[in-house]
């Protein structure tokens, strides 16, 4: 489910589409009142819908993610890894001793921190 969508212009580049690109999708995750098993339910649950967009990714994913503890991205993210895609990630360094970072880090995937700059990095986007 797309939210919000944005078209632009092709760029200007030999032979670009004539047509309109759809360039970002923002999806937004519904709150549960502490029932994690009705979140997990859900056909549109947040951490389902991401994990699609990482399957689908064949070249890049940067993310900028305050904090990780969904294990179910986590595995997505490393499985993106494997097969190939280059995968980065940036998060505050409150929390890179989570157990999903550091299996992204056991795997291999770069993981550096704000390195404790005053402030809290509180980003949560990844690009594919």
Same mark, same amino acid.
């Given at each position: 489910?797309?939210?919000?969508?944005?078209?632009? @212009?092709?760029?200007?580049?030999?032979?670009?589409?004539?047509?309109? #690109?759809?360039?970002? @999708?923002?999806?937004?995750?519904?709150?549960?009142?502490? =029932?994690? *098993?009705? *979140? #997990?339910?859900?056909?549109?649950? +947040?951490?389902? %819908?991401?994990?699609?967009?990482? *399957?689908?990714?064949?070249? =890049? +994913?940067?993310?900028?993610?305050? #904090?990780?503890?969904?294990? $179910? +991205? *986590?595995?997505?993210?490393?499985?993106?890894?494997? $097969?190939?895609? $280059?995968?980065? !990630?940036? =998060? #505050?360094?409150?929390?890179?001793?989570?157990?999903?970072? @550091?299996?992204?880090?056991?795997?291999?995937?770069?993981?550096?921190?704000?390195?404790?700059?005053?402030?809290?990095?509180?980003? %949560?986007?990844?690009? !594919?």
């Amino acid at each position: 489910m797309c939210v919000l969508g944005c078209t632009r @212009e092709a760029p200007p580049v030999a032979e670009a589409a004539a047509t309109p #690109e759809t360039w970002f @999708e923002i999806y937004f995750s519904n709150v549960y009142s502490g =029932t994690p *098993a009705v *979140a #997990e339910a859900d056909p549109n649950n +947040i951490d389902r %819908k991401l994990v699609e967009k990482i *399957a689908a990714a064949a070249q =890049t +994913i940067d993310a900028a993610l305050h #904090e990780l503890d969904s294990d $179910r +991205i *986590a595995d997505a993210l490393i499985a993106a890894h494997q $097969r190939g895609v $280059r995968v980065r !990630l940036v =998060t #505050e360094t409150d929390y890179v001793d989570e157990i999903s970072i @550091e299996q992204l880090q056991h795997a291999g995937v770069p993981v550096r921190t704000d390195q404790g700059r005053n402030g809290l990095m509180h980003n %949560k986007f990844l690009i !594919l």
